[in-house]
């Protein structure tokens, strides 16, 4: 899959946390795709695509306790934690496209 043709309605800055590692990079959304593409040349192949229909759960934490930036993605198979500014409007994007789906 390729997002070069894709369009997306959001795309915000973003950092991907695995573990100890991390990537900075942009989370962009469409009704049908969240994806997350690194930023720097060396890391680019760090590309993670999620079906907004394979997402079972958007759970919101706080970074060092008071920052309201985290959000986790859970899918069947995977979590995804990432570090975005306006997780607000990433979450009410995912709930609009999901409610429209049922």
Request: hydrophobic share 35%.
């Amino acid at each position: 899959m390729t997002s070069r043709n894709r369009k997306y309605d959001i795309n915000v800055a973003a950092t991907y946390y695995e573990g100890k590692n991390s990537w900075e990079g942009r989370l962009k959304l469409n009704s049908e795709y969240l994806v997350f593409l690194a930023k720097s040349k060396q890391e680019r192949l760090k590309k993670i695509e999620i079906l907004i229909s394979e997402i079972i759960e958007v759970v919101k934490k706080n970074s060092l306790g008071i920052i309201p930036n985290v959000l986790i993605v859970k899918t069947c198979n995977n979590s995804y934690t990432f570090h975005v500014y306006s997780r607000e409007q990433v979450i009410k994007y995912i709930e609009n496209v999901r409610n429209k789906a049922l």
